[in-house]
């Protein structure tokens, strides 16, 4: 009798780990710019304004900087994402935003959330930081490639720095 139970305990040990779903991924990302933080919060620090970004072709916004704001991007690639404010913080120049729907023709991720904060940098200047936390497109525990964490990473990633030096190249006039 010991040796079924022993049995039974092993395989309820290893039951979660082959259920296991999607784990978290984060990406963050940051640069610093030779403008000062009050001028770049006045080009980043409104929910509806992304024409800094290369990577959007149009944003309509709608509620403008409060919370439960809608934003959708179209982006140049194509697709459309849907995005709504959670909180949003002149005085700490921050603001928190998540996708409200997924659109797996647009980016890879299933949904994900996401700061954009500017702060003073050392030696002057302002640093930007971009980070977020997302769940890969399929979140099945075998996706295929184009739906899993790496093409999830890859894409945020992507759009996150492309934006920073979207941004970085309209303040500095290059």
Do not use: C
């Not at 709608?62 to 994402?81: P, Q, S």
């Amino acid at each position: 009798m010991k040796p079924k139970i022993a049995l039974l305990a092993l395989l309820l040990s290893i039951a979660p780990a082959l259920a296991h779903g999607p784990t978290p991924i984060k990406v963050d990302e940051k640069i610093t710019v030779a403008a000062d933080p009050k001028a770049v919060w006045a080009l980043v620090g409104h929910f509806g304004a992304l024409d800094w970004h290369p990577d959007v072709a149009s944003v309509k916004a709608t509620g403008g900087d409060a919370n439960g704001a809608v934003r959708e991007i179209t982006l140049r690639k194509g697709g459309v994402v849907t995005e709504s404010l959670d909180e949003f913080d002149p005085q700490q120049m921050k603001l928190s935003y998540r996708m409200s729907d997924a659109n797996l023709d647009a980016l890879p991720i299933s949904s994900y959330s996401a700061t954009l904060a500017v702060k003073p940098a050392a030696g002057g200047g302002s640093e930007v930081q971009w980070y977020g936390r997302l769940y890969r497109g399929d979140t099945s525990n075998e996706p295929p490639d184009n739906l899993n964490d790496d093409a999830a990473r890859e894409a945020m990633t992507t759009f996150l720095k492309d934006g920073l030096q979207g941004l970085a190249k309209k303040l500095q006039g290059k």
